[in-house]
């Protein structure tokens, strides 16, 4: 009345009145609203919003109470979050953290020590303390029971609160009024953070356990995606009320939630979270079901020596709790964790002692979980170890045993290797439906490790095959998925194939962008079965652009792979080398390098057409006519029984040109024009070039037109100028300034 009073009759008077109050204490009924509203219509008031301080103006604040001592972006966000921008909140911290000496002033600055978490200081603590000692009793003690469920809060949580429903209302509708609770989407919260914290700390330890024991009781008997979508919440308030044998599944449910978004960093603490639960209970199945965990996380996320680490030990856990299955799963995840880091002979080493611990041999009966599993580690290592018929054997009684089982993912992955092993086997028909079932399989389940397997293997597979549309689109989702999964040396392969297809393709500018990408994510880690692939593949676009010196520097590096033997890649690191040797102009180095695989009919399987080429091209530049055609044909028979559609195409111009060499100009001109015209439909315009050079050493052998001949070097010159193909290019425009000049 007295402000309402001088308001209206102090009109004529230099005064200004200025009050302050909060809008959550004053309700539309209050006295001070209708005040308020009447004077602003009467024009005698103006009404100015505070809002909270946002964190630029936090920092301002601090600043300024800092002497004008500048304060960082971090720490001003870390009292922006504790306090929210509030003013009063935030001096008072500030007050708190010099009075601590967590700021202090020396020699005339202020400096800080490191602060990541923050407590109400006891004047927040008293200011929040005195508006919940204006409520009513009920009213306190519902906002002191509450305050056990966090900032946040659902509606069906309050269930916790010994009140009868009336009561409850009445209470929390004063306590929305008072301010100190709001309501958020059909949710209550309290109006600040540090006010639960001020109530929560006031909670005497045994009110403070039991609430918490009797929320995750009530937790726990909710739906079954309740619990999955608050597993950690329920964990926690077992925790803290003293029943961490319940809490410890609720956190694995959560480690597992958060891994299945690739949220790996968070699954990786709540795992360890459950380590710490399982040690403190000394409960064997506890620490394996963690370490276990930990290891599968590490493993997609492509951290092999961590990976490794953690399911030995799981390994060990699961002896002591007596759980063989779990024990054969975790031991096959091991074996492929050894494979990948391209340990093969350790991981064979290891599996053969576990599998002769077992009572009997593994029977394809057998019913022991984990088993699945086990096998497919079985079948790697022995792909590993070239045994590609017993790798077969095991890989398909891995897919039988997780279909019996049930466990899609872990028949993902066996499908994944058996198509694998299956490329070996000569059987590309079957490798590729198989891949295509993987792919499938690990799609619907989200199996990280098996699709991006399986697509990897594809994706090679039907590059060869000489389908370049196909793989665009199995690289650019491999590199999706590895990518959200954090694995760069996964992610380094798929970009590796992604771009060696670009480069078959021709687009040799997108090529190398991605190849030098996937070679810097190989180089980020200590080397592993694949991270010799990035490089060799690089080291072909280098050679294709003419530079030869870091071509070889490229497939040096690929050398140093951890595992050479696996994929017969030193077999393609010495073609590839060779292949270097005859562009120097030096066939018997070439010859040389490849002799020790020129005995067998398919001495590596995968890389035999292109190793067999480039053997044959040596024996034609050594004079051998007819060795080189041998091999040439055996290239050819290779490309068939794979179906390498790719190094098939440089296989018959080799041969093309083993009968122009013979004179035999009829038979060569239908081999070269067939490779001509295969290399267009693929397209693989560096290939058809390279054999449009051999056409026109076969016209100008046969004496036909020269401006035929000359038309054929011209279109060579030009696909290779544009590819980018330096030396190929300027060898062209030689042999087409060569013809002008002899012709006058």
């Not at 002979?345 to 599993?373: F, H, M, S, W, Y």
């Not at 039907?462 to 998925?481: F, K």
């Not at 003419?546 to 071509?551: L, N, P």
């Not at 439909?681 to 035929?708: K, N």
Request: glycine share 8%.
């Amino acid at each position: 009345e007295l402000f309402a009073y001088l308001a209206r009759h102090t009109g004529a008077d230099r005064l200004l009145m200025l009050g302050t109050y909060r809008t959550a204490e004053v309700g539309s009924s209050h006295p001070l609203r209708e005040l308020v509203s009447s004077l602003s219509r009467e024009g005698l008031a103006t009404t100015i919003a505070v809002d909270r301080l946002d964190r630029d103006a936090t920092r301002g604040l601090l600043a300024d109470r800092l002497d004008s001592t500048p304060v960082s972006e971090e720490f001003g966000a870390l009292i922006h979050r504790h306090t929210r921008g509030n003013p009063f909140f935030t001096v008072e911290m500030l007050l708190a953290l010099i009075e601590r000496g967590d700021v202090s002033r020396l020699d005339g600055r202020w400096i800080r020590r490191e602060v990541t978490e923050l407590e109400a200081p006891a004047s927040v603590t008293e200011a929040i303390g005195e508006r919940v000692g204006r409520l009513s009793l009920p009213a306190q003690h519902v906002l002191e029971t509450v305050s056990i469920l966090g900032e946040l809060f659902d509606v069906e949580d309050l269930s916790i609160v010994d009140a009868d429903e009336r009561e409850l209302e009445e209470a929390l509708e004063e306590a929305v009024g008072s301010g100190l609770l709001t309501t958020v989407d059909g949710r209550y919260a309290f109006d600040h953070v540090l006010t639960q914290q001020a109530l929560y700390a006031a909670l005497s330890p045994t009110r403070r356990r039991r609430l918490h024991r009797r929320a995750g009781d009530q937790l726990e008997r909710r739906s079954e995606a309740v619990r999955r979508r608050r597993a950690i919440e329920i964990a926690a308030h077992l925790e803290a009320g003293g029943a961490a044998d319940r809490a410890a599944p609720h956190v694995m449910v959560a480690g597992d939630a958060a891994a299945a978004i690739h949220a790996h960093r968070e699954a990786l603490e709540h795992y360890r979270h459950g380590l710490e639960l399982g040690e403190q209970l000394e409960d064997e199945a506890t620490i394996a079901n963690a370490l276990e965990r930990l290891g599968q996380v590490h493993l997609v996320t492509g951290a092999f020596d961590e990976a490794v680490e953690h399911l030995i030990r799981a390994s060990d856990a699961w002896r002591r709790a007596g759980d063989r299955g779990a024990r054969l799963r975790v031991e096959g995840i091991i074996a492929h964790a050894l494979h990948r880091r391209g340990a093969g002979p350790a991981a064979a080493e290891r599996l053969a002692e576990v599998i002769g611990e077992l009572e009997a041999p593994l029977d394809p009966d057998d019913q022991t979980p984990g088993l699945a599993t086990l096998s497919r580690g079985l079948a790697l290592v022995r792909l590993a170890l070239r045994e590609h018929e017993l790798s077969l054997e095991a890989a398909e009684q891995a897919c039988r045993l997780a279909q019996r089982e049930g466990a899609v993912a872990a028949e993902a992955e066996a499908q994944a290797v058996r198509g694998t092993v299956l490329l070996f086997l000569d059987r590309p028909d079957e490798a590729v439906a198989a891949l295509e079932t993987a792919i499938a399989l690990a799609e619907g389940e989200g199996a990280t490790i098996g699709h991006s397997d399986a697509i990897l293997a594809l994706s090679w597979a039907r590059t060869m095959h000489g389908d370049l549309e196909r793989p665009l689109a199995l690289a650019a989702r491999g590199v999706e998925i590895t990518q959200r999964s954090g694995n760069t040396d996964a992610e380094a392969l798929h970009r590796a194939d992604l771009g060696l297809t670009q480069f078959y393709r021709g687009e040799w500018g997108e090529a190398q962008a991605e190849l030098e990408r996937s070679v810097e994510l190989a180089y980020a880690g200590a080397p592993t079965l694949f991270s010799g692939i990035p490089p060799a593949y690089l080291g072909l676009l280098r050679r294709g652009q003419g530079d030869v010196d870091a071509a070889a520097a490229c497939y040096a590096d690929a050398a140093a792979a951890a595992d050479l033997q696996t994929f017969a890649f030193d077999a393609y690191v010495a073609a590839r080398l060779a292949e270097l040797d005859l562009v120097r102009g030096e066939p018997a180095a070439a010859l040389g390098r490849l002799e020790r695989w020129l005995a067998e009919e398919s001495p590596t399987r995968i890389h035999d057409v292109m190793l067999l080429g480039i053997a044959a091209e040596a024996c034609l530049d050594l004079g051998h006519i007819a060795r080189g055609e041998a091999l040439a044909d055996q290239a050819l028979r290779r490309a068939r029984a794979t179906h390498n559609e790719i190094d098939g195409i440089d296989a018959a111009r080799i041969k093309g040109r083993s009968l122009l060499l013979q004179g035999r100009h009829a038979d060569a001109r239908s081999r070269l024009e067939a490779a001509l015209s295969r290399a267009e439909a693929v397209p693989y315009p560096w290939a058809g070039a390279r054999v449009q050079l051999v056409l026109a050493r076969l016209s100008e052998a046969e004496g036909g037109d020269r401006r035929a001949v000359r038309e054929r070097l011209l279109a060579a010159s030009e696909t290779f100028a544009r590819l980018g193909a330096a030396g190929d290019a300027a060898a062209a425009a030689d042999a087409v300034h060569a013809l002008d000049r002899a012709d006058g």
